[in-house]
């Protein structure tokens, strides 16, 4: 079964305490760490992510770009970003594919909802990153044992020879 995650950007960024932050300074950095956060998320879980954002707050109207391996979606000119979701459960739901929309609006929640989407708030999501980003500390933590475990402790004068013979490759 695939899954996929359809997320209403600028609900997030309203929503979690450090995009809040971001976009009451810059807008666009808060845009990028939303795409950063969901490019890990998307790493870690497997789901295939989309963010979608409301064109009348940037340029590029209508516009679609891969960033991060997350496809961002740009909504067309008088169409809200709501619009946009609804059209994309509708368009990729099948048989075997999950749809989860994440947004804490609650007449999207119950559209998309009927349409046959999961729903996510935007503090369920939320709590589920953070759960992500300490999964992904343990793995780290692992990998960083594992490599430790297996160094073997040479002298520098040894440490200099192999040096030496690499750099002659």
Do not use: C
Not at 14 to 31: H, I, S, T, V
Not at 69 to 77: A, E, G, N, S
Not at 92 to 99: A, G, V, Y
Not at 122 to 137: F, H, N, P, V, Y
């Amino acid at each position: 079964m695939k899954d996929i995650l359809l997320v209403d950007g600028y609900n997030m960024i309203g929503a979690w305490p450090e995009l809040r932050l971001l976009k009451d300074k810059d807008l666009g950095l808060a845009r990028d760490r939303l795409v950063e956060i969901m490019a890990e998320y998307q790493a870690y879980t497997g789901f295939k992510v989309k963010v979608i954002f409301d064109a009348h707050m940037v340029e590029g109207v209508g516009k679609n770009y891969h960033n991060h391996l997350i496809d961002v979606i740009y909504t067309r000119k008088n169409e809200t970003a709501d619009e946009r979701i609804e059209k994309l459960v509708h368009q990729l739901k099948r048989i075997d594919t999950r749809i989860h929309v994440a947004t804490s609006d609650f007449t999207e929640q119950s559209l998309t909802f009927g349409s046959g989407a999961l729903r996510k708030s935007a503090r369920e999501l939320l709590i589920e990153i953070e759960t992500t980003e300490k999964g992904i500390d343990k793995e780290v933590q692992k990998t960083q044992k594992k490599k430790n475990s297996t160094k073997i402790q040479l002298s520098a004068e040894i440490s200099e020879i192999f040096e030496k013979w690499r750099r002659q490759r």
